[in-house]
C-alpha cells in the first residue's frame, strides 16, 4: 500500500528536475503568475528592487518554484533558508550579511519563524538595515548591519499564522490554489517529455485527475507509473497503465489515498463534528500534517466539512465509503484503523 509520507516529500533531486525555470514554463496559477510577470516587468523596467513576495496555500503547488523563477526572471542569485533554521536573531543576521546586492532571500515556511526574529526582520524589510544586540545586561552592545536592497520571498502553507504586521510588509502576497485536472495534464504531459516517457493523453488525463488537485502528487504518481511502464509495459503510460499503476499506489477513484480514507472513516464512525485531534490521534499522522496536506483537497471535493466544532463527513463522503449518512460504520473498516 502506499506510505502517505512518500507524497509529502519535498525537494528531492528528482522533485527539482522537474521543475519549471521560467514564469513561461509554469502551468496554471494565471492570476498569480500574471500579477508577478507584471511585477517583475516593471521592477525591471524601474531598475529597482522587486518587492517582498509572500506566496500561500497548501503544499505542493509550486512555491518553491515560483521562488526560485522570480529570481530567474530578475536575473538574481537565490539564497534559500526555513523559518525553523532562524532560531535566533544572529541565525538571521548571519543570512542577511551573506546576501549580494540585488539577492532573493527565499524563506520557506515563514509563518513558523520565531516572533523576535520576525521582528528583527522587519527593520531589515524596511529600512535594509538590521540592528542586533550581543550579549546581555551591563556587557551589552548593539551592532547595526547595513544590508544590500534584497526581496524577501516568504512561503506559507498557513498564512492565517503570520501576524497581521509581518503579512502587511509583504507588498505582494499571492495565494495558491489547487489545480484542475486539465492543468494538472499540461503539467504531467512536460514531466513526461522531461523523464523521457512516451504517454497517451487519456493516460496522463487519467493521472491528473486522481492527484488531489496538486502539482506535487501528480508528478510523484508519474514517476512512479513510469517505473511501471518502462519495466513492464514498453515505456509507455496508456490508460490501462495509468489504471494498474494507480491502483498499485492505493489511490482510488477520487484520487485518495489510504490516509484521506482513514481521515473519512474515522468521521463515519463519529457521524458528529470530530476535533483535529482526535482525528490525528486515530489515522496517526500529525495535526498539522492532516491541516495543511490532506484536509484542503477533502473539503474542496465535498467530502468533509468544517464546522465551529470540528471536521464533518459530508454525503459525497459517506457515498465515497460506500455508506449512507444513516447507516452504522461497518465493522470490516472499524477493525481496520484499530478499533
Ligand atoms: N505550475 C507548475 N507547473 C509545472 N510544475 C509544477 C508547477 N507547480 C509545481 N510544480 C511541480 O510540483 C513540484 C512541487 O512544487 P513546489 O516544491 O514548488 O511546491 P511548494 O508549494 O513549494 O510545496 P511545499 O509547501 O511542500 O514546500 C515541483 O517539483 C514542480 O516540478
Ligand atoms: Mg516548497
Known amino acids: 500500500m502506499a506510505e502517505p509520507a512518500a507524497f509529502a516529500q519535498r525537494d528531492d533531486a528528482s522533485d ?9 514554463d509554469f502551468t496554471g496559477q494565471r492570476a498569480v503568475t500574471r500579477n508577478l510577470a507584471l511585477a ?4 525591471l523596467q524601474r531598475k529597482e528592487q522587486l518587492d517582498h513576495v509572500l506566496l500561500s496555500g497548501p503544499p505542493g503547488l509550486g512555491k518553491t518554484t515560483l521562488a526560485h523563477i522570480l529570481a530567474a526572471e530578475m536575473g538574481a542569485e537565490i539564497k534559500e533558508t526555513a523559518g525553523p533554521l532562524l532560531e535566533r536573531p544572529g541565525d538571521l543576521a548571519g543570512v542577511l550579511s551573506g546576501l549580494k546586492p540585488g539577492a532573493v532571500l527565499f524563506i520557506d515556511e515563514i509563518h513558523s519563524l520565531k516572533r523576535v526574529v520576525e521582528e528583527y526582520l522587519y527593520s531589515a524589510m524596511e529600512d535594509f538595515r538590521i540592528t ?3 550579549g546581555e545586561g551591563a556587557n551589552s552592545q548593539t551592532l547595526t548591519l547595513n544590508l544590500p536592497p534584497f526581496t524577501l520571498v516568504g512561503a506559507t502553507t498557513r498564512e492565517g499564522s503570520l501576524s497581521p504586521p509581518f503579512r502587511s510588509r509583504f507588498a505582494i502576497r499571492e495565494r495558491l490554489d489547487l489545480y484542475s485536472a486539465e492543468e494538472l495534464s499540461t503539467i504531467l504531459t512536460r514531466s513526461a517529455a522531461l523523464l523521457g516517457v512516451e504517454s497517451d493523453a487519456d493516460g496522463l488525463l487519467l493521472i491528473a ?3 488531489r488537485g496538486t502539482a506535487r502528487y501528480a508528478n510523484n504518481h508519474l514517476r512512479r507509473i513510469r517505473d511501471l511502464a518502462q519495466v513492464h509495459h514498453g515505456n509507455r503510460i ?3 497503465v495509468a489504471v494498474e499503476g494507480l491502483a498499485m499506489l492505493g489511490v482510488d477513484g477520487a484520487g485518495l489515498t489510504e490516509l484521506d480514507r482513514r481521515i473519512l472513516h ?18 496517526g499522522e500529525e495535526e498539522t500534517t492532516i491541516e ?8 474542496q471535493s465535498g467530502f468533509i466539512t468544517k464546522t465551529p466544532t470540528g471536521r464533518q463527513l459530508m454525503t459525497a463522503g459517506y457515498k465515497h465509503l460506500g455508506l449512507a449518512p444513516s447507516d452504522p460504520e461497518p465493522l470490516g473498516n472499524q477493525e481496520r484503523i484499530g478499533f
Do not use: M, N, W
Not at 40 to 43: E, Q
Open 40 to 43: 517583475v516587468a516593471a521592477a
Open 16 to 24: 527539482r528536475a522537474l521543475r519549471p525555470r521560467r514564469l513561461s
Open 238 to 240: 496508456s490508460t490501462p
Open 209 to 211: 485527475q486522481r492527484s
Open 266 to 283: 474515522c468521521l463515519a464512525r463519529h457521524r458528529r463534528p470530530v476535533g483535529l485531534k482526535t482525528i490525528a490521534v486515530t489515522v
Open 132 to 134: 542586533i544586540q550581543l
Open 292 to 299: 495543511d496536506l490532506y484536509e484542503p483537497f477533502l473539503i
